[in-house]
């Protein structure tokens, strides 16, 4: 996400502190960071001789709420299903935004990757679904068709900033396509017996929540408090409670207040005013009329922002530095012992590895190349079929939302353990490919302009 820097800022002692800190989170590579470093904690915790207090923390019953409106289930519950609805939430205003004004704004734009991601979730699981078809196993097809979007986007800011900006925007592109058939995966397919009623109040509530928007209703304190009734409908319903997340998202209000032109010309009075209201380089707490016209001119920049904008920028952070992470350590526990390391061979496993490591490359850049050759979509500009084919192995990073399926499809078995294993093995081996196929690539490239 984009920032406006402010060099004229008079520079505090804490800020030279604090700098290397905000230098991180403006990474791209830093989300990614976090998660991967939670994961490895989450393996070795587990692993060591304080092995037991990873699976007693997570299983501690918390309560929330009070009397009889109180909800009591374990930490990895509030973990998976509360604080993922917020994830979920996050990815459904993110797709909101692609649909309306980004690269899945129009058909034409749209057709390369929704084709590619399709492809990209087809292909591995055809090679799972056919190396566990009846068994208990077969559950587990929707595993390997997601992708991380936070762990792929890392690994390609690792390639450098030679790399095409175009392969970013495919790739996130694809990325974004690929949680829509994720989202749907995961409510079609991996939802328990249906409570109509339940279902029908949080569809009621989500309509409200439309009509909110229709009618002009800004204030995130409105859509927060239906968001929670949405939740819990939805957690009564049998339908996982995450995506009341995306269906909330669907109903943030995307148009703004205040047009272009009048935020400026309103800004300029106030700045205007502002100066012509007390010496200039005084602290404006010695005057009154310019603290009023500050919060004036806050006021002036929320009506020029959308709330879909506000609430994405705010929650971002969030999820890429808190929800992702805790949810990294609450889930990668896996314990290596030999019983889990004979059974890599299990179907599972490498239904789920085979899937990451060959079904998403194959499916992406296949899909993409009967895309173009068909006419249904253009190459986008300055990328070639090389691009692409190491945009189809970052594709094979399924971490999230892969280990988020498969806790649907194997909570509480011998193969929700096996499953995990098979998510980090296949993503660290699709990632690592996909990195080195790109460097070289850079590289070559590099080399053959410096030839010229």
Not at 161 to 174: H, K, N, S, T
């Amino acid at each position: 996400m984009s920032t406006v820097d402010t060099p004229h800022l008079k520079s505090e002692p804490l800020d030279r502190v604090v700098a290397p800190f905000q230098r991180f989170a403006n990474m791209q590579t830093s989300g990614g960071i976090v998660l991967l470093l939670c994961a490895v904690v989450a393996i070795i915790w587990a692993n060591s001789p304080w092995g037991e207090t990873y699976e007693a923390l997570w299983s501690t019953e918390i309560v929330v709420g009070f009397g009889e409106y109180s909800l009591t289930r374990s930490l990895h519950f509030w973990i998976n299903d509360g604080l993922m609805a917020v994830f979920f939430f996050v990815i459904g205003l993110e797709i909101k935004r692609e649909v309306l004004v980004g690269e899945l704004s129009s058909p034409r734009q749209a057709a390369l990757p929704v084709i590619a991601a399709f492809g990209g979730m087809v292909v591995p699981a055809t090679i799972f679904a056919a190396l566990n078809y009846g068994t208990d196993g077969i559950r587990g097809w929707g595993v390997p068709v997601a992708t991380d979007i936070a762990f792929a986007l890392g690994v390609l800011a690792l390639v450098g900033d030679r790399i095409p900006v175009g392969v970013r925007v495919l790739l996130a592109a694809v990325a974004i396509a690929d949680d829509i058939g994720a989202t749907l995966v995961i409510a079609i397919f991996y939802t328990e017996d249906l409570f109509l009623y339940a279902l029908l109040v949080g569809l009621g509530v989500f309509l409200v929540m439309a009509l909110l928007n229709q009618v002009g209703v800004r204030n995130p304190l409105a859509y927060l408090f239906l968001g929670i009734v949405l939740w819990m409908a939805f957690l009564k319903s049998g339908v996982h409670p995450t995506m009341a997340g995306v269906l909330g998202a669907l109903a943030i209000p995307t148009r703004t207040r205040m047009d272009s032109d009048e935020f400026v010309r309103v800004g300029r009075l106030y700045v205007e005013e502002f100066a012509s209201s007390g010496e200039i380089g005084l602290s404006t707490f010695t005057n009154t009329r310019q603290r009023s016209i500050v919060q004036a001119l806050e006021h002036v920049c929320e009506q020029a922002q959308t709330p879909l904008q506000r609430l994405e920028r705010l929650l971002h952070p969030w999820v890429s530095f808190v929800i992702m992470p805790v949810f990294a350590l609450a889930n990668s526990g896996v314990i290596l012992d030999r019983t889990v390391i004979d059974h890599m061979l299990d179907p599972v496993a490498i239904g789920i590895v085979l899937g990451l490591v060959f079904g998403k490359h194959i499916g992406i850049f296949g899909a993409s190349w009967l895309a173009v050759h068909l006419r249904l979509a253009d190459l986008p500009h300055g990328l070639r079929w090389a691009h692409i084919y190491g945009v189809g192995w970052l594709g094979g990073i399924g971490f999230t939302m892969a280990l988020f399926i498969a806790g649907l499809a194997f909570q509480g078995t011998y193969n929700h353990a096996v499953s995990k294993a098979g998510i980090m093995l296949g993503s660290l081996i699709a990632g690592t490919i996909g990195y080195l196929f790109l460097r070289r690539l850079v590289r070559r490239d590099a080399a053959a302009e410096a030839a010229r």
